[in-house]
């Protein structure tokens, strides 16, 4: 089983970038699946989930300027980042749980991160 993200990279401020992550090894259709972020020397924390029916939910930091979607048929979510401020820099991590909750510790699985850089 394997989530995989993609699209990270280095962006100005005010650019955007649009992330992807692809699951493999089992379907994921019936999960929700999440984003989360890690600046360093910062705890990992959340930026968005989206249910196994599409509903969205976002963090305040990020409500308005980042839109997350799946598609379901192919098992992958993605994430368009817009309006991007240097303090969005961090690894970002897909994820997948049962439910879409902001906890990290309701997310079974996860993958390897990809890192987005915003300069100033």
């Known amino acids: 089983v394997q989530l995989q993200a993609s699209g990270g990279g280095l962006v100005q401020a005010g650019g955007s970038l649009r992330l992807s992550c692809a699951a493999s090894g089992r379907s994921f259709s019936s999960d929700a699946m999440g984003w989360f972020r890690q600046a360093p020397g910062k705890e990992r924390e959340f930026v968005s989930t989206v249910s196994w029916a599409g509903r969205t939910y976002y963090a305040d930091s990020v409500k308005g300027r980042f839109t997350t979607s799946r598609d379901s048929a192919k098992d992958t979510i993605t994430l368009r980042m817009n309006s991007l401020k240097p303090e969005d820099t961090a690894v970002y991590y897909c994820?997948?749980?049962?439910?879409?909750?902001?906890?990290?510790?309701?997310?079974?699985?996860w993958g390897q991160g990809t890192l987005v850089t915003v300069s100033s």
């Open positions: 994820a997948a749980g049962v439910v879409p909750t902001p906890s990290v510790k309701d997310y079974r699985y």
